[in-house]
């Protein structure tokens, strides 16, 4: 079965410190991972995939598949960064596309 | 380029009165097509998607169906509504660089 895990609801930092939001999977075979960001009154959006390896607004991924992990990590938080995240799973033998139950960032200034 | 509209945006319906909540995509053509729920506190929980025309699978037993009659059309939908059906409802297609969401439909059950 497909499972996506975010065990922090909330996570408060400090503009100009690190913020690293954890997200666990469960899937036997080959995952794609993603993580959706949705600012306050906007529609949910992509924010970067595994596959393309990308840092978007300074934030990065990296899959560990020993771990099962995908955390998304930023080295400097800024006031803007404050959203709802949420880390999500595409299996490659399915066509379901799975959600963890999101992880609120607060940037405090 | 592509484009999900969703409909209505805010529907304020009585309990057990039927439900019709339509998601249609511009620009491509068999995408995957989604219906989840958003909670605070619960994430996006997955209740139907689609790979094509009238293939519909479900993963959350409960008081909702859904329908693709067409293409680009999914459709969420209820005979009749319970107080719990209450909530935020998104529709989504996916492509190959990820899901792209709709504006998403607050439904409040009176």
């Known amino acids: 079965a497909q499972r996506v895990t975010q065990p922090e609801k909330l996570l408060s930092v400090f503009k100009g410190a690190p913020v690293e939001l954890k997200c666990n999977y469960s899937y036997s075979g080959s995952p794609e991972l993603f993580w959706y960001v949705q600012y306050s009154r906007q529609r949910l959006q992509l924010l970067l995939r595994h596959i393309s390896r990308e840092s978007i607004k300074g934030f990065t991924a990296d899959l560990n598949k020993g771990e099962t992990s995908f955390h998304l990590k930023k080295p400097f938080a800024q006031e803007e960064d404050s959203a709802m995240y949420y880390c999500?799973?595409?299996?490659?033998?399915?066509?379901?596309?799975?959600f963890g139950k999101g992880t609120k960032l607060t940037v405090n200034p | 380029s592509q484009t999900i509209h969703q409909w209505p945006a805010t529907l304020v319906q009585p309990v057990g009165s039927p439900l019709s909540l339509e998601c249609t995509v511009e620009?491509?053509?068999?995408?995957?097509l989604y219906w989840y729920r958003q909670a605070a506190g619960r994430g996006l929980q997955l209740l139907f998607y689609?790979?094509?025309?009238?293939?519909i699978s479900s993963e959350v037993p409960q008081n909702l169906s859904a329908s693709r009659p067409q293409d680009r059309q999914f459709i969420l939908s209820s005979k009749k509504l319970l107080l719990s059906d209450s909530g935020f409802y998104l529709c989504?297609?996916?492509?190959?660089?990820?899901?792209?969401f709709g504006q998403g439909t607050r439904l409040t059950v009176v």
């Open positions: 689609s790979v094509g025309i009238g293939q």
């Open positions: 999500a799973l595409h299996g490659g033998g399915s066509e379901k596309l799975v």
């Open positions: 989504a297609w996916r492509g190959t660089g990820g899901a792209f």
């Open positions: 620009g491509t053509s068999n995408p995957n």
